[in-house]
């Protein structure tokens, strides 16, 4: 049982699912030197969700335990930096609800789907949404990190470059495109759904 539950690209997932909390501590410092580590952190779990999935299957170690556990994983890491940002007042609670709500969903599907002996395959559309996640959540915390470094380097200034209504108009704007894919991914996997029961 543990060998088919120890494979390379299982202990990536574990390995990734090890790295959010590591990344929402340093993140949660709000140094300069947090942000940088925390994306290091950040980027190098992302980096995981892109190999485990094709390295299980080019080695033929897909199990039950790496279906499940590698988007779980990936919905970890996203709904971690996302409710982070929310409760740092970087980004609108709205917008992270929904990409929430919809993991819960999908996650709750996935979990049916293995109850009754079906298969939820993951769409390239819901790829495509996680890659639009990791995306925004980096581009956020490099931006966060850029700006505590022009804070550090300049403390009496005080223009654009450092207020955060400015940053938080940004982000808001890409956790909004998030949203909007995540939307639109949720509904064609209940379309998807309805249409395997017909």
């Known amino acids: 049982m543990f060998k088919s539950i120890l494979t390379l690209a299982n202990m990536l ?11 929402l501590w340093y993140f949660a410092r709000e140094t300069w030197q947090g942000v940088v580590i925390a994306l290091i952190v950040f980027i190098t779990a992302a980096v995981t969700d892109l190999f485990d999935g094709r390295l299980a299957r080019s080695m033929q170690e897909v199990t039950k335990f790496e ?11 996203v709904i971690g930096a996302l409710v982070q940002f929310w409760l ?4 609108n609670g709205w917008f992270v609800a929904i990409i929430v709500i919809r993991d819960i ?9 293995i109850m009754t002996g079906t298969e939820l395959r993951t769409s390239g559309d819901a790829k495509l949404k996680t890659t639009i996640q990791l995306t925004v959540i980096i581009t956020t915390i490099v931006f966060t990190g850029g700006r505590m470094i022009a804070m550090a380097a300049a403390p009496d200034y005080t223009g654009s470059w450092v207020n955060i209504e ?10 909004f495109i998030a ?8 509904a064609n996997y209940i379309m998807a759904g309805r249409a395997a029961k017909a």
């Open 13 to 23: 997932t574990i390995f990734r699912i090890v790295l959010v909390p590591v990344y």
């Open 67 to 77: 279906k499940f556990m590698d988007p779980l994983a990936a919905k970890f890491l």
């Open 88 to 91: 740092m007042g970087l980004v």
């Open 105 to 113: 969903y999908v996650t709750y599907m996935r979990v049916h789907a």
């Open 166 to 175: 400015y940053y938080r108009m940004f982000f808001n704007g890409l956790v």
């Open 179 to 186: 949203a909007a894919f995540t939307v639109y991914s949720w």
